[in-house]
């Protein structure tokens, strides 16, 4: 009796020979892609839907963004002329000024220059001592460089992105050709035309951009000499005080 009882348990306790011993595991992993696929295909539908007007957006953007780079471009081009003539001109009469001791007709130099403000800083800190000159003069040399370098960042922004934004306008005009081909079952010639015309995209993107790029770095160079002037000026100032405090 105990024996059969022992030998009931045994078989109770072994798996029995017909039972799955991966049954229910499965069940996870199509409950974990069907929560995945619902994301990706609106992920998907959000991506063709984008691409369902094709790329006049993008090209009508780049457009914008060459209208308003040239206008820059120009803008400072005439800027940075008339800084660059005027500052020469400044120094001259600083230089005579100083040199005949006529401080006072410094004060009256009516030049559209950026450095300007050099001029109007050492003549109120004058006779304050070399020290206080020299860190005056810093500070406003300081200033001075971000009035010049004011707004170049737009144009260097232009430069660096505009050639991603114009890839971004092929992706979307070629998902559109793709779609259409698609939709209308037409034949390669028309898939061709479409990839054609998404290039565009990418061909106007670089036309923005490397007058941009050039352009920005030429202004950079023009930032730097304007700072070397007034990198003169500043050690005509105080030489000049340098004599002065020599005399008393």
């Given at each position: 009796?105990?024996?059969?009882t022992?030998?009931?348990?045994?078989d109770?306790?072994l798996?029995?020979p017909e039972?799955?011993?991966?049954?229910?595991?499965g069940?996870q992993?199509?409950?974990q892609?069907?929560?995945?696929?619902?994301?990706?295909m609106e992920?998907?539908?959000?991506?063709?839907?984008l691409s369902?007007g094709?790329?006049?957006w993008?090209?009508?953007?780049?457009?914008l963004?060459?209208?308003l780079?040239?206008?820059?471009i120009?803008?400072r081009?005439v800027l940075?002329?008339?800084?660059?003539?005027?500052s020469?001109?400044?120094?001259?009469?600083v230089g005579e000024?100083l040199?005949?001791?006529?401080?006072e007709s410094?004060?009256?130099?009516n030049?559209d220059s950026?450095?300007?403000?050099l001029?109007s800083?050492?003549?109120?800190?004058r006779r304050s001592?070399?020290t206080?000159?020299s860190?005056?003069?810093?500070r406003e040399?300081?200033?001075?460089r971000?009035?010049l370098e004011k707004?170049l960042?737009?144009l260097g922004t232009?430069?660096?992105n505009?050639?991603?934004i114009?890839l971004l306008g092929?992706?979307i005009?070629i998902?559109?050709a793709?779609?259409e081909?698609?939709?209308?079952g037409?034949?390669?010639e028309?898939?061709?035309?479409?990839i054609?015309e998404a290039?565009?995209?990418?061909?106007?993107?670089?036309f923005?951009?490397?007058p941009s790029?050039v352009?920005f770095?030429?202004?950079?160079?023009k930032?730097?000499?304007?700072l070397?002037?007034?990198?003169?000026l500043?050690?005509?100032?105080l030489e000049y005080?340098?004599?002065y405090?020599g005399?008393?």
């Open positions: 009796m105990g024996q059969e022992r030998g009931r348990r045994r109770r306790d798996p029995h039972a799955d011993p991966c049954e229910g595991c069940d992993q199509p409950i892609e069907g929560q995945k696929a619902p994301r990706i992920i998907t539908r959000t991506l063709l839907n369902i094709g790329n006049t993008i090209l009508l953007l780049l457009l963004l060459s209208v780079s040239v206008a820059f120009i803008e081009l940075f002329r008339i800084w660059q003539k005027n020469e001109r400044l120094i001259r009469h000024g040199k005949e001791g006529r401080l410094l004060a009256s130099l030049l950026p450095l300007s403000s001029v800083e050492a003549l109120r800190t001592g070399v206080v000159i860190e005056s003069l810093e040399r300081i200033r001075l971000l009035r707004r960042n737009f232009i430069g660096a505009a050639p991603f114009g092929t992706v005009g998902m559109h793709f779609r081909l698609a939709e209308k037409q034949g390669g028309y898939v061709m035309a479409g054609s290039l565009v995209a990418t061909a106007l993107g670089l923005v951009a490397i790029a352009f770095n030429f202004f950079r160079k930032v730097n000499d304007l070397s002037l007034s990198e003169i500043t050690h005509m100032f005080e340098v004599r405090e005399k008393d």
